[in-house]
């Protein structure tokens, strides 16, 4: 999509900055942070923000992700029609999303029928597409975790039958970590979210750095429930690491709980509940780092807590 890059917020243009095999994914979650932020924007931010939606599509062409992706980006293209009728750029990609993600549909229903099939019959394309889909759902029901795992499991397989294993072997095994969870619980899937955890992040598998980050978030939460401080502090320390290691300029972060800092530390000492910490992280910790609060200032942070 084009957008006139001269005009947008300054804020913007320094996302645009932002470099990396998938960078589009962090672009466009900072730009809906901002526009969470900004409820007012202008139909050429709009349209940078469709770009990016539309580019973390294109980086699987996964029909799952055409859809999901696509529907966004349909959404804030007609925003953008709210604010300029005539913007030809959000009247012509309008058209031209909402025809890709109809036959996305249709090849998702084809695609569906397979699952009547014997898995070792599955081809490689529609086993990945199997496989995604069930992953996104992973969290509604154990059935839907349970075909996850099954279908990544077997992904897995096949990656090990490579001469070396292909950088989306870290993808599929942390993945299947994670449905193996939400399917039987922290117990049966600690040995694969161990062994996720162990995964070496050379440069041939530093894409997929989020995708530990997935699986860490579960031990986090797991020794968080337990109430065992020391276990989460060292998890949480380790993990800190790892990812400083990875982007050493950029404070480590999760698509689940945004920002995690040396703070959470403090708030389980405090023994205030897995419910309120939880509450704390996904929704207070964007505002927090927004206005720059020291979040090591502890009363300060809990009184800006408080008025959040």
């Not at 953008?80 to 913007?87: M, W």
């Not at 292909?166 to 049966?188: D, H, I, R, V, W």
């Not at 060292?234 to 800092?261: A, C, G, H």
Request: glycine fraction near 2%; charge should be negative; proline fraction near 3%.
């Amino acid at each position: 999509m084009k957008f006139d890059k001269k005009t947008l917020p300054k804020e913007i243009t320094e996302f645009l900055k932002i470099d990396g095999v998938a960078q589009a994914y962090t672009i466009s979650l900072k730009i809906n942070e901002w526009l969470h932020k900004n409820p007012n924007p202008d139909s050429n931010v709009l349209i940078c923000a469709v770009h990016f939606t539309w580019a973390c599509a294109e980086l699987t062409e996964l029909d799952d992700d055409i859809i999901g992706f696509g529907e966004e980006a349909v959404e804030l293209l007609e925003k953008a029609q709210l604010i300029d009728s005539k913007n030809e750029e959000a009247l012509k990609n309008k058209v031209k999303l909402e025809k890709r993600i109809k036959r996305a549909k249709k090849e998702h229903e084809a695609i569906l029928e397979w699952e009547k099939e014997n898995i070792e019959k599955i081809n490689r394309d529609v086993l990945s597409e199997l496989a995604f889909y069930y992953f996104e759902k992973a969290e509604r029901s154990p059935e839907f975790a349970e075909k996850g795992y099954r279908y990544y499991q077997k992904k897995y397989e096949y990656d090990l039958l490579e001469d070396e294993l292909p950088q989306e072997a870290l993808y599929n095994f942390a993945t299947m970590a994670y449905c193996k969870y939400y399917s039987e619980g922290y117990e049966a899937a600690k040995e694969l979210i161990e062994q996720t955890l162990a995964w070496k992040l050379n440069d041939k598998f530093k894409i997929y750095d989020f995708k530990l980050t997935d699986v860490w978030m579960i031990q986090l939460n797991h020794f968080a429930i337990r109430n065992d401080f020391e276990a989460f502090r060292e998890s949480f320390q380790n993990w800190y690491k790892t990812m400083k290691e990875v982007k050493p300029d950029e404070e480590p972060t999760s698509s689940d709980y945004r920002i995690l800092t040396p703070i959470v530390e403090w708030l389980i000492t405090e023994g205030i509940g897995i419910d309120t910490l939880n509450y704390i992280l996904k929704n207070c910790f964007p505002i927090l780092t927004a206005k720059k609060a020291d979040l090591n200032n502890y009363g300060l942070v809990l009184d800006m807590i408080r008025q959040k």
